[in-house]
């Protein structure tokens, strides 16, 4: 699947992306190997946010490093393209939901780009001993509310480090005037 988001990313490679609970994740590596330089990574975890740094040396200064909640995020800028690999799912307070909606639509624009990572329907139900939520088209489309046009949805069966397999869907949504 990393190869379908690279592919798709060359194409709005001059758009602002924001990597919402981006962390540690390789994709910002990425990123900048496509030259990608227009990046935002978003993550609650300091730790997480600090190991990419390192990770990447001295191309780290190129990133907008965000450590914030994603329900607590308020953007101070608009986005392309917002990609969301494992967050959404882990929020299972409809609260919670809300406010990312929030934060999402507050970032990116009419005609922006939503790629967002969950849990599919017959998938775990936790993850890391964490409780989560599970979706289909119909089901996100009714989070996210009105404004998001659904252009493409598909699943994998996901193999864990423990061998186990896991039932994934990507989405990928146009934000649209509502």
């Known amino acids: 699947m990393l190869a379908y988001l690279v592919l798709f990313l060359v194409l709005y490679a001059s758009e602002p992306i924001i990597d919402a609970g981006g962390g540690a994740s390789v994709l910002v590596d990425h ?41 607590a995020f308020s953007p101070t800028r608009q986005y392309g393209l917002w990609h969301d690999r494992a967050v959404f799912h882990f929020l299972v307070n409809a609260e919670d939901r809300q406010r990312y909606a929030k934060a999402l639509k507050n970032a990116l624009p009419v005609s922006g ?5 969950s849990f ?24 996210l509310g009105p404004g998001f046009k659904l252009l493409e949805e598909r699943t994998e069966a996901h193999i864990t480090p423990a061998q186990k397999i896991q039932e994934f869907a990507y989405f990928r949504f146009k934000r649209v005037n509502t």
């Open 120 to 143: 599919a329907i017959g998938g775990p139900e936790k993850c890391s001993g964490l409780p989560v939520i599970q979706y289909d088209a119909e089901k996100l489309k009714a989070e």
């Open 31 to 71: 990123l900048l190997a496509m030259g990608q330089r227009n990046i935002s990574v978003l993550d609650v975890s300091g730790a997480a946010l600090t190991a990419s740094r390192v990770r990447l040396g001295s191309e780290a200064s190129t990133i907008d490093w965000i450590e914030s909640d994603i329900r």
């Open 113 to 117: 780009h939503l790629i967002l990572a």
